[in-house]
């Protein structure tokens, strides 16, 4: 069986970067998975403040993606990690959605955007799922 998410109202809602569920990482609090994976995109802490900061997960997922702010040069080489990360610390510090995490056993976890081909399967369901295969990786770990 697979489980699919995308909107954090659905019923695994959980899963997506935009829900509701903060963490301390880093000796700071984050107000989603979002707000860190944006803000992790710059060496300039000013910026990663700002992102930090945004009142929302889109807010914040809007200012990663401002192309005058410049990239961190190692970008592509650490985002999954940052996102591993990310997740990582979500869960552990959110025992209600770990327990939800955990619930899914050894399903598959596939993030269903049809816009998304890295982090989602895609419209033709031919994506990386980077997302989903994060929340298997952090499931185990965390088992």
Not at 29 to 57: C, G, M, N, V
């Amino acid at each position: 069986m697979t489980i699919k998410f995308y909107k954090v109202s659905d019923e695994y809602g959980c899963f997506s970067n935009f829900s509701p569920h903060g963490f301390i990482k880093d000796n700071r609090y984050w107000l989603t998975s979002e707000h860190y994976f944006q803000a992790q995109k710059f060496q300039d802490l000013d910026i990663q403040e700002t992102i930090r900061l945004a009142e929302s997960p889109m807010i914040a997922a809007k200012m990663g993606r401002n192309k005058n702010n410049p990239l961190r040069s190692d970008w592509e080489s650490i985002k999954d990690d940052v996102m591993r990360s990310a997740v990582y610390s979500k869960f552990l510090n959110n025992e209600d959605i770990k327990a939800v995490l955990l619930s899914t056993r050894e399903k598959e976890i596939i993030e269903d955007t049809t816009k998304d081909y890295y982090w989602g399967c895609g419209k033709d369901g031919s994506g990386k799922n980077m997302l989903g295969r994060i929340l298997m990786e952090v499931r185990e770990k965390l088992k």
